[in-house]
């Protein structure tokens, strides 16, 4: 027996959006992190830079489900494109980190290019 009709067509569609939407976000996951990690050059950095989208993904599903017993994909979906805010957010931060530490490296004594090439490194 065969089965067809728009019930058929729309699981056919959802598994296949499902698959889609799992791949994108994982090669984004990685290209993500790659580049953060080309840009900060340590771990260390990384981790705090990638630490409030984890845990705001975390508590923002945590809350969903505790209070709606499930989390459904559109709201996921809405959830998940903010975190290109909290990543701004941590870049942010280690730049506006990074130009105070130049900064003071330049009105040190005897600082040149040098010293502001350790405080972007260190």
């Known amino acids: 027996m065969k089965l067809s009709g728009p019930s058929v067509f729309a699981v056919a569609a959802r598994a296949k959006i ?11 996951g990685v290209l993500v992190v790659t580049l953060l ?3 900060y050059r340590s771990l260390p950095a990384l ?11 975390l508590v923002g599903i945590a ?3 505790l209070g709606f017993g499930a989390v ?5 979906g ?10 701004d957010y941590s870049i942010y931060f280690f730049i506006s980190h990074g130009r105070r530490a130049t900064a003071a490296l330049d009105r040190a004594p ?8 350790c ?3 260190c």
């Open 72 to 76: 459904h994909g559109l709201t996921l």
């Open 63 to 65: 809350t969903v489900a």
């Open 37 to 39: 990690l080309a840009v």
């Open 47 to 57: 981790g705090l830079g990638l630490l409030p989208v984890a845990s705001g993904a």
């Open 78 to 87: 809405f959830g998940i494109t903010l975190i290109g805010e909290s990543v």
């Open 110 to 117: 005897g600082s040149g290019a040098g010293g502001r090439r």
């Open 18 to 28: 499902e698959s889609a939407a799992l791949r994108l976000s994982l090669i984004s």
């Open 119 to 121: 405080a972007w490194a």
